[in-house]
């Protein structure tokens, strides 16, 4: 077996199976598994994909989270390649092979991800640069105030990108959404089990480049993101994500810096909140107050 493609679901049916017909309509020339890991779905998933013969379909009793479910198809996959795919992504071409010829042509290398794009075949999200504590304050001190003029703050780890070289350029680490890597690459551990969402896949890639496996874009696969699609826009999901991904990002620095740094991060950090949290109604300010001081 070539690739095992492992797909997480979470209450996300339609986009799931558009994902997984996109796979078997676009894939030629490698010879592919996918396994699909459901985080206790109730929209009607298991009775879809349960009874679906092109997959190899497991449904557990617990929403593990995105990088415990994917370790959860990792163990079960037989492919000498990995291939995380998000359920809300649609296949344009035969992406997974272009994955395969690079990874095979490349030789030692970490993750390789695919220049992503919206639904208007824009550019999405595809990379970054490892997180930096000082920059990441900034943005919780600037955004707002960028917010108020209708402009974005961005950090400058999504702003970079090797343009003498078409075809593929070196980044930190590749987004979650669309990560392809050896599996022999993963002896130095999967997803850490600590995150439940959000920063998993930037931990790994900060582990494997430490010990000398980097990761790269490849700018010929063609995958669509549609990002986020298991919180369908409802604000209470949406508070939930935030909440989600600032106690990740509270994780990520306590595993990579000093712990004299990771306190004065979180020191400081809280410091810049105080103000947002004074235009929280009662629930939301508990909420964020309970990952602020966890």
């Known amino acids: 077996m070539d690739v095992s493609v492992i797909i997480v679901n979470y209450n996300t049916k339609q986009m799931t199976l558009d994902c997984i017909n996109s796979i078997f309509e676009k894939t030629v020339d490698v010879d592919f598994e996918v396994i699909l890991i459901d985080n206790n779905s109730t929209d009607g998933s298991r009775e879809v994909f349960d009874s679906d013969s ?37 296949l344009l071409n035969n992406a997974i092979f272009e994955f395969f010829k690079f990874a095979k042509e490349t030789g030692h290398l970490g993750c390789i991800g695919s220049m992503l794009l919206k639904k208007d075949k824009t550019e999405n999200l595809s990379y970054g ?64 089990p600590d995150f439940f969402m959000y920063f998993e896949e930037t931990e790994l890639q900060y582990r494997l480049t430490k010990n000398g496996y980097g990761s790269k874009i490849i700018t010929t696969p063609q995958i669509i993101h549609l990002d986020g699609g298991s919180f369908n826009g409802d604000k209470a999901k949406l508070t939930r994500r935030e909440l989600m991904s600032l106690t990740s990002e509270f994780l990520y620095f306590k595993k990579t810096l000093s712990k004299i740094k990771y306190i004065l991060f979180r020191s400081t950090f809280i410091l810049t909140r ?17 990952v602020l001081l966890s």
């Open 129 to 192: 640069k490892f997180p930096d504590w000082k920059e990441h304050l900034m943005l919780r001190l600037k955004g707002p105030v960028y917010k108020l003029v209708g402009k974005v703050y961005l950090l400058n780890e999504f702003n970079y990108k090797d343009k003498n070289n078409a075809y593929s350029f070196d980044v930190d680490f590749v987004t979650g959404a669309d990560l392809f890597v050896k599996k022999e690459t993963l002896k130095f551990g999967a997803f850490d």
């Open 274 to 290: 105080l103000p947002h949290l004074l235009v929280l109604n009662k629930d939301e300010r508990t909420h964020y107050l309970e």
């Open 54 to 90: 092109r997959i190899k379909y497991f449904y557990l009793n617990e929403n593990l989270g995105f990088g415990k479910a994917n370790n959860y198809g990792i163990e079960r996959a037989v492919g000498e390649y990995i291939f995380c795919l998000n359920s809300d992504t649609t």
